[in-house]
């Protein structure tokens, strides 16, 4: 069976900030490149965080301002969604976000009726933003990092609580999730993204065998966030079976903001999309065959039973007169020793296959 195409995602995120044509701008950028889909955050400030939280140490790095202030300027305005949609419409590219509560969730898959809704990795144990998902029936992306394999087998069950319409319950999650109705509602919904939560997140840490032990537990989709430098990880992801890829695309990675450092600029995201399209070409359909572009080598490469010197007709094939090397079609090496002992039927000059 031939490798299916894998499915990118540009995450231009919070990297518009809060300017309309820098957004517009990652939709071109994203389509230019060649990803399937751009992906950008829809959420309310006072929402998401208390006014109490600290910053990360990677936004301290990029940011001024503190925890609040930040996110309100990189709300995605409700008008904003509609403009992005058109434009990744007249793009042919998807237009997607991520859902950080309630409301915003209610939004991307109410008016703007989106058919799939990402949830990040900071959602994986909000159990109500994962009830809510469930219910509004829509496919779900659902980025794991910070996560063990109980977690997510404890956001699948809200999940399917929520796929079900049962009433919410940690102890209905469990129950659900084990229905065969709740794992077929997941099986038919539901992707899963390994992550790690770091921005750079450092190679050492990445263990993208953990893709493995996800598709081998839930027998889901299995896909990469990837938050490390360069595209290397992103690629070797692909290699080994992540069927969505995830990456961070910026206009420009100098400019002031959380998320722009450990981002992409439109070139070189480009070059990622252009190294997974040749490495999903290159991972094939398994089947050990003669391929179509090596038929012609095979009479230049592949060796054969040859006169090792001048043979004459009636002459005996001996390990002094026959040998095996390059020199077109003729007796496989393996027949080398079933010629020894017989006479030749005709004469033949060094170097001319046995016939």
Not at 6 to 33: C, M, Q, S
Not at 93 to 98: H, R, V
Not at 136 to 151: C, E, P, Q, V, Y
Not at 302 to 324: C, D, G, L, M, Q
């Amino acid at each position: 069976m031939k490798s299916q195409r894998v499915f990118i995602i540009a995450e231009a995120g919070v990297n518009h900030d809060g300017d309309l044509d820098k957004a517009l701008g990652l939709v071109d950028a994203a389509a230019d490149a060649g990803a399937d889909c751009v992906k950008f955050q829809t959420f309310e400030a006072s929402k998401l965080a208390t006014s109490l939280l600290q910053k990360a140490a990677y936004q301290k790095t990029e940011t001024l301002e503190n925890q609040q202030d930040m996110l309100r300027r990189l709300e995605l305005p409700r008008q904003w969604h509609h403009d992005l949609l058109k434009r990744s419409q007249d793009r042919n590219i998807i237009f997607l976000s991520s859902a950080f509560d309630i409301d915003s969730l209610s939004f991307l898959a109410r008016e703007m009726n989106l058919a799939t809704i990402k949830l990040g990795s900071g959602e994986l144990t909000n159990a109500p933003l994962l009830f809510a998902a469930g219910s509004a029936g829509k496919k779900i992306i659902l980025s794991t990092g910070m996560g063990t394999l109980a977690d997510v087998e404890h956001a699948l069950g809200a999940l399917a609580c929520g796929y079900l319409k049962q009433e919410p319950s940690a102890d209905k999650f469990y129950e659900v999730y084990g229905s065969e109705a709740g794992r077929s509602a997941i099986e038919k919904n539901v992707t899963l993204l390994h992550c790690v939560t770091e921005y750079p997140a450092p190679y050492d840490e990445i263990n993208l065998r953990s893709m493995d032990t996800l598709r081998n537990t839930f027998s889901l989709p299995v896909g990469y966030s990837d938050h490390s430098k360069g595209i290397a990880v992103a690629i070797a992801a692909v290699a080994r079976g992540a069927e969505m890829i995830e990456k961070h695309l910026t206009l420009n990675n100098t400019s002031p903001g959380p998320d722009h450092r450990s981002s992409l600029q439109p070139a070189e995201f480009k070059a990622m999309v252009q190294a997974i399209r040749h490495v999903e070409m290159a991972l094939g359909d398994g089947v050990k065959q003669i391929q179509p572009s090596e038929t012609k080598n095979i009479a230049v490469v592949r060796k054969t039973v040859v006169a090792a010197s001048p043979i004459n007709a009636a002459e005996v094939f001996t390990s002094k007169n026959i040998v095996v090397l390059r020199g077109g079609y003729g007796p496989s090496p393996f027949d080398y020793w079933k010629l020894l002992g017989q006479r030749a039927t005709r004469s033949y000059k060094t170097g001319e296959p046995i016939t």
